[in-house]
């Protein structure tokens, strides 16, 4: 299995703190964000992880050539962003051949993403994507999700008086046959969710996460997360 990490945002919300530093750089008790997401990789023997960057990129590049993560990781530096779905569109060469598990670094989760995986190994044979699913006291803030029989029916993308709690985690873990579809039918897609995952209804899977799940690009969750 592969893994591609989104890690290229400006982090506005979190400034002044993100003036001088890239949002996945944060510490988390004293560990960079990044640090907690390539430590939980590599315990799942992935193979390759891909990691984009675009605000001050050299922190992110010096961070990943004095780490032992040197090895796995490619960096690939956008000078223009290209989106959640474009980043994949344009490595989605480098992927093909696996399962791919696509994250945001500005996540910050408790969850065994082992059990995700377990989860997607286990799907029904009509899934083709498997998502972390979460409870949020803020539904109107998240994408929630509708389901039957823990098979996703349908995406509000942060709406007023959304139908329940559960949130998109954006943690995906992409079957070879998604890989190839995205790739086929979406190459010019930009927003992974509003573009790509939505043509997949019927066909995801999710594993429901009872640990913390939070967006640490806010002030409040930033402070949550380090308490």
């Not at 962003?81 to 994250?103: F, H, M, P, S, V």
């Not at 949130?167 to 790509?196: Q, T």
Request: aromatic share 6%; hydrophobic share 40%.
């Amino acid at each position: 299995m592969k893994a591609l990490i989104l890690a290229a945002g400006f982090g506005t919300r979190l400034r002044p703190l993100t003036n001088k530093i890239p949002k996945c750089l944060v510490q988390i008790k004293g560990v960079p964000l990044l640090e907690i997401w390539l430590e939980k990789l590599t315990t799942l023997k992935v193979s390759k992880i891909l990691l984009n960057t675009h605000y001050l990129p050299n922190q992110v590049i010096n961070f990943i050539a004095n780490s032992k993560y040197k090895d796995i990781t490619k960096i690939i530096n956008e000078k223009v962003l290209l989106g959640t779905a474009g980043t994949l569109l344009k490595n989605i060469d480098d992927l093909l051949d696996e399962e791919c598990i696509l994250l945001h670094a500005d996540n910050y989760t408790k969850a065994d993403i082992g059990d995700l995986i377990k989860a997607h190994n286990n799907r029904p044979d009509n899934c083709l994507i498997t998502i972390l699913i979460f409870e949020t006291n803020n539904p109107s803030s998240c994408g929630i999700v509708e389901l039957s029989d823990n098979i996703v029916i349908n995406i509000h993308e942060k709406i007023s008086n959304p139908p329940s709690n559960l949130a998109n985690g954006a943690i995906y873990i992409l079957s070879k046959d998604a890989l190839k579809i995205i790739k086929n039918e979406f190459p010019k897609a930009n927003d992974f969710v509003r573009d790509i995952l939505i043509h997949f209804l019927g066909k995801i899977y999710t594993y429901h996460t009872k640990e913390i799940f939070l967006d640490i690009g806010t002030p409040e969750n930033y402070l949550k997360a380090n308490t």
